[in-house]
């Protein structure tokens, strides 16, 4: 196995299902009770989700997450 098999089986793995909408999506907003949400739907729940644009409160357990890299 080279490289670029290695990377496309590591990319292949990195694919997240929404909580919200049930899609696969190359990018999720974590949280660490393991509630994931995709950009476009976090773009639509964003105004009950954060009040100030820093940080966003998971809907399942209430924790507070950054917006930055964790």
Do not use: L
């Not at 490289?3 to 694919?15: G, L, Q």
């Not at 660490?32 to 809907?59: H, L």
Request: a positive charge; charged letters at 25%.
């Amino acid at each position: 196995m080279n490289a670029n098999e290695r990377k496309e089986i590591r990319r292949n793995k990195r694919v997240k299902i929404c909580h919200c909408c049930g899609k696969e999506a190359s990018f999720c907003w974590n949280c660490k009770c393991g509630f994931s949400i995709c950009q476009t739907c976090m773009y639509e729940n964003q105004w009950g989700m954060t009040c100030n644009g820093i940080t966003w409160d998971c809907p399942d357990c209430t924790e507070p997450n950054s917006y930055c890299n964790q």
